[in-house]
């Protein structure tokens, strides 16, 4: 019924407006956290008005910070955010996990799920900080470079996994980022085979992780679960095993109780 009423919705049942002021909200990200009227104009191809009119908007209603030039998101926006994650099973289910693991390992981990060509990280057990961008639910990283992404991409069909790859902005993060389509596909190819994947200094100097798919009970990969450490190991591989183990155990008793 839901479905027909989706489908039955014409131009008249949407809004238009919020819909620009979505965009504008999205348009913020962790590499650009302070924007002019003209950047959020170029970035979600809005007309300038418009931009200004959302932006201001988001001011008023104390979503954001004006400085008369640039404009910066408050805290107030992890309200519209915070409430979903914070709801959702997924989320609410592997948290002690998370916790129980961290505490074992001595490192930070995180659990995500991909959405596009990114990932959504949904909970985190932070131990020590690692990478000079703060993580939190919420955060979002590229796929194409993470072992989260690799994993999840991994449970794609081939063609579909391609093609987000191919549609990812492959600009390199580190001097160790892998840009070219094919060599990315045939990492997630080898996460495919290995039921995990390293990531070496990819997305951060210094940083090295690992992550393995969580199942359902369904045997569906619905998240992947990872751990991000300082790169202080002799080679990337010794990361299997020093960590493979506790997050395959995790995977398992997760796996009986993801639906």
């Not at 489908?7 to 909200?25: C, H, I, Y």
């Not at 008005?49 to 926006?77: E, N, S």
């Not at 794609?156 to 389509?181: G, Q």
């Amino acid at each position: 019924m839901a479905a027909l009423l989706v489908r039955m919705a014409n131009r008249t049942d949407t809004l238009g407006s919020l819909g620009k002021g979505l965009r504008v909200l999205e348009a913020f990200r962790a590499e650009q956290p302070r924007m002019s009227i003209s950047d959020v104009a170029a970035v979600t191809g809005l007309d300038r008005a418009t931009a200004r009119r959302c932006l201001l908007t988001l001011h008023d209603g104390g979503y954001a910070d004006y400085d008369g030039k640039f404009f910066t998101l408050t805290a107030r926006v992890l309200r519209l955010g915070m409430g979903a994650l914070a709801a959702m099973p997924l989320a609410q289910l592997v948290q002690p996990w998370l916790d129980q693991l961290s505490d074992r390992i001595g490192q930070s981990t995180s659990v995500s799920i991909l959405d596009g060509t990114e990932i959504v990280y949904l909970a985190r057990a932070a131990q020590r900080r690692v990478m000079s961008i703060g993580l939190m639910p919420g955060s979002r990283l590229p796929a194409h470079c993470t072992s989260m992404g690799r994993v999840l991409l991994a449970a794609l069909p081939a063609d579909e996994a391609r093609a987000i790859i191919e549609a990812s902005d492959l600009t390199p993060r580190t001097p160790h980022s892998l840009t070219d389509p094919v060599e990315i596909m045939g990492r997630v190819d080898a996460a495919r085979r290995d039921g995990y994947a390293i990531i070496d200094q990819e997305v951060e100097l210094g940083l090295r992780s690992i992550a393995v798919p969580l199942h359902s009970v369904h045997g569906k990969v619905v998240a992947a679960i990872n751990t991000g450490v300082a790169a202080v190991q002799a080679d990337a591989g010794d990361l299997a095993d020093l960590y493979l183990e506790p997050l395959l155990k995790v995977q398992e008793g997760l796996r009986r109780v993801l639906r």
